[in-house]
């Protein structure tokens, strides 16, 4: 009996601490993009819709697209100074974020 109790306990240890070291540090990540694409100065506009981050950058070479890549974005197509990502469901949460770097440059 105190066996069985023992061994789900330290499954249950294990397992917990799998999935924390999973986890990404979602403010990390986003920090790293926004540096990736040229930095916050370099973004024009944004605009995110489903898995899709679109942005307009006022120097395209600026952006790593290959850490962008590396990053987890699942493909990136450049048109003249705008950049489609496909990121998956972050696309939203680095839109807001985007946004709220600039809302605080402005200020």
């Not at 105190?2 to 986003?30: N, S």
Request: proline fraction near 1%; charge should be positive; aromatic fraction near 4%.
């Amino acid at each position: 009996m105190w066996e069985t109790i023992i061994i789900v306990v330290v499954l249950a240890i294990i397992l917990l601490a799998v999935l924390k070291a999973g986890k990404k540090d979602v403010h990390l990540e986003l920090n790293k993009l926004v540096e990736y694409l040229g930095g916050k100065d370099n973004i024009i506009e944004t605009e995110s819709n489903l898995s899709r981050f679109k942005v307009t950058l006022k120097d395209v070479t600026k952006a790593n697209k290959e850490a962008i890549t590396k990053l987890g974005a699942k493909g990136i197509v450049e048109i003249d100074n705008e950049l489609k990502i496909i990121l998956g469901p972050e696309s939203k949460q680095l839109k807001k974020y985007i946004n709220g770097l600039q809302e605080k440059n402005n200020k």
